[in-house]
């Protein structure tokens, strides 16, 4: 598959938390832990387990930095 979006993180899902309509995804990327928000129907479609190999595709627009 080719995407345009040029922030792709590869790593390893470490958990995968379904909600009413949306779900957590959380993948560690070599140490440091990223969390994707989808539809509960794209976790079952891409069949997203942990121990699976992903890709975190990050859209500018989406992105946001919280300081600690």
Do not use: C
Request: net charge positive.
């Amino acid at each position: 598959m080719k995407i345009s979006a040029r922030n792709q993180l590869k790593g390893k899902i470490v958990e995968v938390a379904k909600g009413a309509t949306t779900a957590h995804v959380r993948i560690d990327i070599g140490g440091a832990i990223v969390t994707a928000s989808i539809t509960n129907e794209a976790v079952d479609e891409l069949k997203l387990k942990v121990g699976a190999e992903a890709y975190a595709v990050i859209k500018a627009s989406d992105v946001m930095v919280a300081v600690s």
